[in-house]
């Protein structure tokens, strides 16, 4: 059964960095991209950024320089850090794996497993509640 | 303000059917990328309820259905029922940011 279990500081100071670790449980860790996800207080998802076994990132672009995320594939984990955090910052934030479609069809073109864009997210952690104060 | 626009609430008496619409372009939704819909119960993580437009994952009961056409997307639920109260959100790709992006969330309740 996949798990994913993810754990940090909670409390981090203005300007200073959040660190998240997320460690994969139960499934083969070059199969799947990892996320982390973001939801501040009574507010929507947001994508942070995600990353696949080989280190290959994506980022949200309203993040991008702020956010690096890691992939340590001998212990199955994944990180996030998030520099010169601010207020806005404070969130539960989520790790999640992606998934691909075993069958996706865009137009007439059909593939046995769905490009990257297609992934969908199938497994969430816990979250973890990030609070940015002094 | 979200790529994806969704209704902020939507409501229905039990055993009623209620629609939450997705609305995107034709960078995400229109690019056929797919649509994946997610039920976030109060004080829990989402969980997966639709991927690619129409499929339901092991476990989602039938009551759960989703649909795709042209920049839009719906996710139907039938018969509903009280424990179906919760937050529905949509998700996408979209190739104009290279990125995931969700709408912003609507709230059902089970009047």
């Known amino acids: 059964q996949v798990q994913l279990q993810q754990w940090g500081a909670g409390l981090v100071k203005p300007s200073e960095t959040l660190s998240l670790t997320c460690a994969v449980y139960?499934?083969?860790?070059?199969?799947?991209?990892w996320s982390w996800i973001r939801q501040p207080p009574e507010k929507g998802l947001e994508w942070v950024g995600e990353?696949?076994?080989?280190?290959?990132?994506t980022y949200n672009p309203s993040l991008k320089s702020r956010v690096t995320i890691s992939v340590d594939t001998s212990k199955n984990q994944f990180s996030l850090n998030l520099n010169s955090v601010t207020a806005a910052d404070s969130a539960i934030y989520y790790c999640?794996?992606?998934?691909?479609?075993?069958?996706?069809?865009?137009?007439?073109?059909?593939?046995?497993?769905?490009?990257?864009?297609?992934?969908?997210?199938?497994?969430w952690g816990k979250g973890t509640t990030i609070t940015v104060s002094s | 303000q979200s790529v994806l626009t969704q209704p902020p609430s939507v409501s229905g008496a039990p055993g009623q059917r209620v629609t939450i619409s997705c609305t995107g372009s034709?960078?995400?939704?229109?690019?056929?990328?797919?649509v994946h819909w997610y039920q976030q119960l109060p004080g829990t993580a989402p969980k997966l309820l639709i991927y690619?437009?129409?499929n339901r994952p092991s476990g989602v009961p039938d009551r759960f259905s989703g649909s795709r056409s042209g920049t839009s997307a719906s996710l139907a639920i039938t018969g509903l029922q009280a424990e179906d109260e919760a937050t529905y959100y949509c998700?996408?790709?979209?190739?104009?940011?290279?990125?995931?992006?969700f709408g912003g969330g609507t709230k059902l309740t089970v009047l």
């Open positions: 990353i696949n076994h080989r280190g290959t990132t």
């Open positions: 690619v437009n129409i």
């Open positions: 998700q996408s790709y979209d190739s104009s940011l290279s990125g995931r992006v």
């Open positions: 139960g499934v083969p860790f070059s199969e799947y991209f």
């Open positions: 034709s960078s995400n939704i229109g690019a056929d990328y797919g």
């Open positions: 999640v794996r992606g998934a691909p479609p075993s069958r996706y069809c865009r137009g007439s073109t059909c593939y046995t497993r769905g490009p990257s864009y297609s992934f969908y997210m199938d497994v």
